[in-house]
């Protein structure tokens, strides 16, 4: 991971219309367990609360944090739209929105500046 210091932004990427923009349902949910995938060096699995109901979201950050548990109980944003897939023999129902991965920036939560109800939407 490079310092903050040292950070040049990546090149804008091509323009979208809303309408594309309006295809990705992006929303709040509380993520309840943070849990370990055997034999994955990689991937945790989370149990997030959207409100009405509980998903099963896979997130690749298991050597991002010392301390992974530390994000139970915070809320931050997901795709929820996505189609699911299958890793390591387990089920993702979305994904999560990091800022910093695809930078090589040590990433962070995107999260609502205050608590709003799980399930609120994005956008």
């Known amino acids: 991971m ?10 804008l990427k091509p323009v979208i219309s809303f309408a594309d923009v309006d295809r990705i349902d992006i ?5 309840v367990s ?5 034999g994955s060096d990689k991937l945790l699995k989370l ?3 959207f409100g009405d109901h509980r998903r099963i979201i896979l997130a ?12 139970e ?5 997901f795709v929820v739209n996505l189609e699911p897939k299958k890793m390591m023999s387990e089920i993702s129902e979305g994904m999560l ?17 205050r608590k709003v109800p799980d399930g609120t939407r994005a956008g």
Do not use: C, S, W
């Not at 943070?34 to 055997?38: E, F, H, P, Q």
């Open 2 to 11: 490079m310092d903050d210091q040292h950070f040049k932004p990546a090149p």
């Open 97 to 113: 929105f990091d800022i910093g991965y695809a930078d090589g920036v040590k990433p962070a939560l995107a999260m609502p500046e």
């Open 73 to 77: 109980g915070q809320q931050a944003l």
């Open 27 to 31: 929303r709040v949910g509380t993520i």
């Open 60 to 71: 690749g950050m298991k050597q991002e944090r010392e301390h992974p548990g530390e994000i």
């Open 47 to 49: 149990t997030v609360d």
């Open 34 to 38: 943070v849990n370990d995938i055997a």
